[in-house]
């Protein structure tokens, strides 16, 4: 009788209190039950120090490690080390898991002799509702049929996250795959990227398998980032290496990496009037300046298409109106709250 191959399950840990348990009840109600629970409290301020260890004394497989506040990915990093099994996924704290997504992955990976790496849709869950994200291809994959496409995985975010992914534990420790811990933004990204260095065949299904719980309250939830831009870009410019590398950067890739830049401005637009933004008026209408100056030198025009947004964009662009991007970005947390306020209010009466 074969014996399950053991999986890891990696989770930093950082003031998440009020979901942990939830997270952890998703992971031990698998389906699959060869598992490992390995959970990093990363300095936590509240008393997720102590909800770790008391999951760790009721169920014999969860570990517990305690570190001084050093970020996600020296939390995964140590988590990394930690970890015993065949195959290794990653969980975010504040998110859960389809009962039969360990399941499901790992027979893909048992099933498919030659596959280093399997990739499920997953589903964001917020106060607005769901949001559902697959691609737009689906099964085992050749290095060169699957990088055909990366510029519309990537696009679609099915490649960034670590959380979506079973991970052959032997490659990550033989090539020596780690989170860049001096990175706060893209080192899901760049961990990716070094793993599918290695990869000769991927698997991608498409069920939504993964629970992703994000605050809408804001379009980037995470705060206001000074340098959001520089940051992006030096994001597409990892994936144009890589793509370069592997002789992939075709005109399908390029296409996409446009509109995935137009993407970036955007949310760059939106993140300079976010309501934590420190700077002066003054210095954000030049800052949103310097975002229209890059959109203009680094991308055409015409791929700001699609969404209202991309298409306002596009025409203030045309008309050099900046003064009229910069009321519309002002006003656009204004009337996305009152768009959350109303959704609520709607599926309040809906069920009274």
């Known amino acids: 009788m074969n014996v399950p191959k053991l999986v890891s399950f990696i989770i930093p840990v ?3 209190e009020k979901s942990l348990t939830t997270c952890v009840q998703s992971i031990l109600g698998q389906t699959y039950n060869s598992i490992e629970i390995i959970l990093i409290n990363d300095g936590s301020t ?3 120090k102590e909800l770790c260890n008391k999951l760790a004394e009721v169920y014999p497989a969860i570990h517990v490690i305690h570190q001084k506040n050093s970020g ?4 995964r990093n140590a988590g990394i080390k930690k970890a015993n099994g065949i195959y290794i996924q990653f969980v975010d704290a504040d998110d859960y898991l389809d009962s039969m997504m360990t399941k499901k992955l790992v027979n893909i990976m048992n099933t498919n002799i030659n596959c280093e790496l399997v990739i499920c849709g997953y589903e964001a869950i917020s106060t607005r509702g769901i949001k559902k994200y697959t691609s737009s291809i689906e099964g085992m994959f050749k290095e060169d049929t699957y990088l ?3 510029g519309d995985l990537y696009k679609r975010v099915i490649i960034p996250s670590p959380c979506n992914k079973l991970y052959l534990a032997d490659v990550i420790n033989r090539y020596q795959i780690t989170f860049t811990n001096s990175l706060s933004i893209g080192e899901d990204l760049l961990f990716n990227l070094s793993y599918l260095r290695h990869c000769k065949h991927i698997y991608i299904n498409n069920d939504p398998l993964y629970k992703y719980v994000t605050d809408n309250e804001h379009s980037l939830s995470r705060g206001f980032r000074n340098n959001y831009l520089e ?10 290496r890589f793509l370069r590398e592997r002789n992939a950067l075709n005109l399908t890739n390029e296409q996409k990496l446009g509109e995935i830049y137009a993407n970036s401005i955007i949310n760059a637009l939106t993140n300079l009037f976010h309501p934590d933004n420190p700077l002066p008026r003054s210095k954000t209408f030049e800052k949103m300046n310097d975002i229209l100056n890059a959109a203009k030198q680094n991308i055409d025009i015409q791929h700001f298409r699609g969404t209202y947004q991309k298409r306002l964009v596009r025409t203030l662009l045309r008309c050099k109106a900046s003064y009229g991007l910069y009321a519309f970005f002002r006003m656009k947390p204004y009337l996305q709250e009152q768009q959350r306020i109303l959704t609520t209010l709607l599926k309040k009466f809906k069920h009274e």
Do not use: G, K, M, P
């Open 72 to 75: 996600v990915s020296a939390a």
């Open 148 to 150: 055909t496409h990366f």
């Open 231 to 240: 940051e992006q870009q030096r994001l597409l410019e990892e994936v144009t």
């Open 46 to 48: 509240d008393n997720s």
């Open 14 to 16: 950082y003031n998440a």
